[in-house]
């Protein structure tokens, strides 16, 4: 799938990055920032928004504070490899509440999923009532987070 590619200039960057840190900020105060005055600014939020280069507006949860403290991050080798396989799995996957990251990757495994839980026995209840019931899957390997020391969602 080809994505069309946006070069943005200084003043959509300097957007870019100041809702990345603060999404609730109101035009005028952007504006001031970046030294531009609020029509403009706001045009380009729109064009941005509009471009899909900003796709949504979100709130960053402490994970810890709500009962979500574990990650587990669970690679998942298909036994099947063919495109019916893959798209049930993708699909029952995507439904999951517990897995925030899915990716599709390259190597020994076919998926790797990041997984939040509030401890091992709600992971394990996961495991085993949830992920392990999708058809298709031949091997899995969970890898438990002992410590976060990075997360970020800002890409600019």
Known sequence: MATEIYIPDEKDLSILRILQKDAKLSIRDIAVRINLSPTPTHERIKRLEKLGIIKGYT????RKKINKGMVVICMVALNVHNKKTAGVFIEQV?????VVEFYNISGEFDFMLKILA???????EFFVNKLSEIEGIGQTKSIFVMNSIKESYQII
Request: cysteine-free; proline content about 0%; hydrophobic content about 40%.
């Open 59 to 62: 709130t960053v949860v402490d």
């Open 94 to 98: 995507g439904k999951l509440k517990e």
């Open 118 to 124: 509030a401890n091992m026995d709600d992971f394990h």
